[in-house]
């Protein structure tokens, strides 16, 4: 796979592994500077709302044991949506599955989201590592995982580089690589396919002429539904077809109906829809799910906390014709308010 990368197309492929949304690494908006809001702390200038993806590269669930403390952080991230509890299971997974790169790859999100970037270089090694070793037994996936470790090791050299470290470029075409070996030696598996549909749908947003779409289709064939079905309400809301996008949020949230991330995607939809449309029921729908999500925020990352009070500020003004100004700063208040705190967040504001 052939691209002209840029320094925004590594940033935000490193963030999609390394975080996610709402879900897959630390927020896609928090390091990718084309989706608005960047972070819910700063004014964006574009208008569109693209908001936070907390996504790291997941495994579609059925190369793990049952049972496993990795499948149990996954099922808690992904489908729960309890950051707090996923963490749990990772810590566990430090020493029960060691051997596992999804292990360091998702524990990498905690690090990334508080700005601790050696940790982040530490679990990036240990997650190619970790690959390394399964390409004699699975080098389908040994290939995958090496790609995501290279990948936040890309991210790391960016951000202490402030984004300026042209020699990570290199890693992304070594990425892609390792994603072309992978899809050889396994085309249709539902994990593959979940990270790079995932992966596509990062580069519409960063590449010209890349296909949302065939992102959307890659998704299809993806595992887990619930996370492949938010993927494809990514793509979808992207490319403004909104009846497309409210059908695949609906599914997920009827598998994962307590997820909280879930509730706030649906809202985000009723939000959009309800300003571009003027429809005042869209508009009070989407505050009332808002404030359900929030109403779950002891589980949520800092940076979701901070995009539904964001977003629900503008749906209450949409109504009332006001300008956004009061709209911003969510973020940076947050922190300073929870010094060191990424998850699990002891002060928050009261709904207004």
Known sequence: MKVKFSLNTLLALATGVALTQSTIVAPISQFNPTITPAVAGTKPIPKTVKPSSNMVFPTGGNRLKQGSNIEKAKESMFRDGDYVKAKQYLDAAIQTEPDEPLTYAMNTL??????????????????????????????MRGNLYQGVGLAILGAYEMKKANGGALGALSKLQKVFEYMDKAKKLDPNNPELNL????MDLLLAVNVPFSDTNQAIEQLKNAEPKYLALRGMYIGHRDLKEYDKANIAIDAALKIAPKNPELIYYKAQLLAIRGRDQKNEADLNESIKLFESAY?????LLLSTIAQILSERCQAKNALVSTNNDAC????????????????GLTKLPALN
């Open 110 to 139: 905690y690090p990334f989201s508080a700005g601790d970037f050696e940790k982040v270089k530490e679990y990036g090694e240990k997650t190619a590592k970790a690959a390394e070793k399964l390409m004699v037994t699975n080098p």
């Open 195 to 198: 990270i790079k549909g995932y």
């Open 295 to 299: 109403q779950k925020r002891d589980r």
């Open 328 to 343: 911003w700063g969510f973020e940076a208040q947050l922190k300073q308010d929870n010094p060191n705190l990424v998850v």
